[in-house]
Structure formats: structure tokens, C-alpha cells
């Protein structure tokens, strides 16, 4: 199943559980807002009944978190309406807090093969019995070291990207990256610098139009379509947040979705509406 639509049906699941909140919470406002005298307002707050945001049926809505499950399902079981959301977010976790997880298994286990084998070497256990537990240990050793392998990968490629270039393909570091488009904008602005000055110098009308018309299509044609490559590839997210008028700039080379992990997919069971 697509993640798109696992994502649907969640956004489906909170806009529900946020409409049938927000209805009762509106109708709470308005009585508190009468004119009448407090014991009154807390009865008929009391008498409200939340309304199912499908067919608006006095029942409402049974909302539920089990674990990674999502429901949401009219209160009128029988006679309601066809409202019936289902989905499972799923098991994710940022790669490096696993890393280290699976680190330290890594570690448990080898210290529990060391001590077996000590056991086998001083006559503590019975062979027969210490090998067979042994050829487990070995085996959940190889299946957490392939793990370890698997998202240690994945860290990596988080650090590197592919770029193609007139020798084919290479894998950098982002901080390679950098160098390599600082310098390519260097030269661009080398290279305009030195049109200009020879437009400068010419005597030339005709001339100095073609000079100028060079320094600006380098301007517009490379610098500026490098610098917006520069800016895409160095960056998940760039913005500009404002708090009490200071304004601060906002860059995150990853997002944390991006370093995520995922452990069970996430899966659509049921979304009528």
C-alpha cells in the first residue's frame, strides 16, 4: 500500500477527530458566552451532545488509539452512518537512535558468545547443549550485525549525494559538494567581473552591448540556476520564522522524516467517510 495513502487516511483521522471537536467546543463558547448566570451556563453545557461529523446523528463519534491504530467509527453502531477509519500508522524510528540501539545489542551479544565459549572451555555446560545454543547466538549475531550494516548505510547516504558531471556519476559528501559549488560559482562571478571590465574599457558601442549582454546572460543563465541548485541540494528546508519581530533563518539540511526508519509500514485497513 502507498504511503500517500496511509497519509490520507491519518489526515482523514485527525480531520474528523478535529471537526467533531471543534463543533462541540464552538456550541461550549456560545453558552458561555450568554448572559445568565453561572449554574445555568454549566447545565446546558452539560446537556450538549456531540454529533457524529458524518450524518450529525447524536451519537457522535468513537475515537480510539490503540498502539499504532487509528479508529474512528459512527456512535450509533447500527443505524449510523458508514463513518469507519482504520489505519495503521505504522513503526518508524530515526536511524540514528537505532543505530545505537542495535550497537548495543551488538555488543550484548558478542559478550553473551565469549561467555558461552568460556563456559564450553572450563566444562561449565554441556557441549552438546553449548553448541546448539551457540549456533542461535551466531545466527541472532549475523541478522543484528546485517542490521547494523543496513542503517549505518543509510546514515551515510544521508551525508552524500549523486552528482553527474561530464565523467559520469560520483557520490560526494555534502561538505565535498560545497567546495566543489563555491568554486563553480567563483569562477561564474570571475568570469562576469571580467566582462564587465572589458565593457568598461571598449570604445565600442557595438561591442560594449555584446560584452554586457555576456555578463548578463552568465548572470541569469549560470549563476543564478547554480545558486538555486546550490540551495535545493543543500537543503530539506529553508524559510524564515518570525517570533515577537525578530526574524531568524530557518535551514535543516535534513528533515527528521528523512532519517527515519521504517520498522512496519504503515496500512490502510479501512476510510469510509
Known amino acids: 500500500m502507498s504511503a500517500k495513502k496511509v497519509d490520507e487516511a491519518i489526515a482523514?483521522?485527525?480531520?474528523s477527530k478535529g471537526e467533531f471537536e471543534a463543533s462541540y467546543a464552538r456550541r461550549k463558547k456560545k453558552i458561555l458566552r450568554e448572559r445568565i448566570p453561572i449554574a445555568e451556563k454549566r447545565a446546558k453545557v452539560a446537556r450538549l451532545q456531540r454529533r457524529c461529523v458524518g450524518c450529525k446523528g447524536l451519537s457522535g463519534v468513537h475515537f480510539s488509539t490503540e498502539g499504532t491504530l487509528l479508529k474512528a467509527s459512527c456512535?450509533?453502531?447500527e443505524t449510523g452512518c458508514p463513518l469507519d477509519i482504520q489505519v495503521d500508522r505504522g513503526r518508524y524510528e530515526l536511524a540514528p537512535e537505532l543505530l545505537e540501539k542495535l550497537s548495543?545489542?551488538?555488543e550484548q551479544q558478542k559478550t553473551e558468545i565469549i561467555r558461552l565459549k568460556l563456559d564450553l572451555?572450563?566444562?561449565l555446560?554441556?557441549?552438546a547443549a553449548?553448541?546448539?545454543?551457540f549456533e542461535q547466538l551466531k545466527g541472532q549475531?549475523?541478522?543484528t550485525l546485517a542490521s547494523v550494516a543496513k542503517v549505518d548505510k543509510f546514515i551515510r547516504d544521508l551525508k552524500t549525494v549523486t552528482v553527474r558531471d561530464i565523467g559520469g556519476e560520483r557520490t560526494l559528501s555534502i561538505r565535498e559538494l560545497d567546495v566543489l559549488q563555491r568554486q563553480e560559482l567563483a569562477r561564474l562571478v570571475r568570469d562576469v567581473r571580467v566582462l564587465m571590465r572589458n565593457y568598461e574599457k571598449e570604445g565600442n558601442s557595438a561591442q560594449k552591448r555584446a560584452y554586457l549582454g555576456d555578463a548578463v546572460e552568465v548572470y541569469t543563465g549560470q549563476i543564478l540556476p547554480t545558486v538555486a541548485k546550490a540551495r535545493s541540494e543543500d537543503y530539506a528546508v529553508s524559510t524564515v520564522t518570525?517570533?515577537?519581530?525578530?526574524y531568524r533563518l530557518v535551514q535543516m539540511r535534513k528533515t527528521m522524516a528523512d532519517e527515519e526508519v521504517t520498522l512496519s509500514p504503515g496500512k490502510v485497513i479501512s476510510n469510509k467517510k
Open 141 to 143: 549475531y549475523k541478522e
Open 125 to 127: 555446560k554441556h557441549e
Open 104 to 106: 548495543a545489542k551488538l
Open 12 to 15: 482523514a483521522y485527525y480531520k
Open 75 to 77: 456512535g450509533q453502531e
Open 130 to 133: 553449548a553448541l546448539a545454543e
Open 242 to 246: 518570525e517570533d515577537h519581530g525578530v
Open 121 to 123: 572451555l572450563f566444562g
